[in-house]
């Protein structure tokens, strides 16, 4: 199993060259299996893991996500990076008690938002939380990803110009991996790419883009992650076999992946962990 330092080790070299999808399991055994096909790194989802426990997203306490985030780390060799919402803190001293805590678990990154109830945080008070952050994992040792997000284009303010100044006004402030959840177009991909350069670029492709890795990668994005959406996936078959029983077929059950399959994985996969 390697070590805190090599998985931190790794995940920054991931954002030093080239281009990798960073997948978000929602539990362990999701995170087991992303393993087992061979990604570079993992990355915590809110809502997945929300959804997971009955909860909308974000109204999750930090303490389960905290624990939530240990429990990924401890139960697979790769990189972990937290979805960390907005900090859990309305205060920059609070988001530096928060990231603390965060570091302390064993994540190889973290990402704070820009928002707290889906509404924009004046920037001023934005930089000064990122700067927090951006302490507390440099009082840690410094060798954790900060990401800093901006997410206009999530709460009604699709203002690439503002999502422009935000990104280059957190990476100032220290954030080592920029990130605007709800880009989609090639244009505005390249915008922010050149405006954030020498600094990776997160896209978040939570949909069936026509798009490929290459077609990312060639536009200058070092990191793609998927957030929710493959938790989505999972709920969408799960919800429409199950709207299938009540109203009296089974038919929703044709693409479930056989017993032995799963089953043998998973057993397989217990043994190499022992």
């Not at 080592?176 to 978040?204: F, S």
């Not at 990191?223 to 038919?251: P, T, Y």
């Amino acid at each position: 199993m390697p070590t805190v330092a090599d998985k931190r080790r790794t995940f920054r070299d991931l954002h030093r060259r080239g281009c990798f999808v960073l997948p978000n399991p929602w539990d362990i055994g999701s995170a087991r299996y992303l393993q087992h096909l061979g990604f570079k790194a993992l990355a915590t989802t809110s809502s997945g893991f929300a959804w997971s426990i009955g909860h909308p997203d974000n109204a999750v306490a930090r303490e389960t996500v905290l624990a939530h985030c240990r429990a990924l780390v401890e139960a697979t060799d790769l990189p972990v990076n937290c979805d960390f919402e907005a900090g859990f803190a309305d205060t920059p001293e609070g988001v530096a008690e928060s990231v603390r805590l965060c570091v302390a678990t064993g994540v190889a990154g973290l990402s704070i938002e820009d928002t707290i109830d889906h509404k924009l945080i004046p920037i001023e008070d934005a930089v000064a939380r990122m700067r927090a952050a951006r302490a507390a994992i440099d009082a840690a040792g410094g060798d954790a990803i900060l990401v800093g997000r901006a997410e206009c284009f999530l709460v009604g303010v699709p203002d690439l110009g503002e999502t422009i100044r935000r990104l280059k006004a957190y990476a100032e402030a220290g954030a080592d991996c920029l990130y605007a959840p709800g880009i989609r177009t090639r244009e505005q991909i390249e915008a922010i790419v050149h405006a954030v350069a020498p600094k990776p670029l997160n896209v978040l492709v939570g949909y069936a883009s026509e798009m490929t890795v290459a077609d990312y990668a060639a536009m200058g994005v070092r990191r793609i992650s998927i957030g929710g959406a493959m938790a989505r996936a999972a709920w969408g078959g799960f919800i429409r076999a199950a709207k299938g029983l009540v109203e009296g077929r089974f038919d929703g059950l044709k693409d479930a992946i056989p017993h032995a399959e799963i089953n043998t994985f998973f057993r397989d996969d217990l043994k190499r962990r022992s």
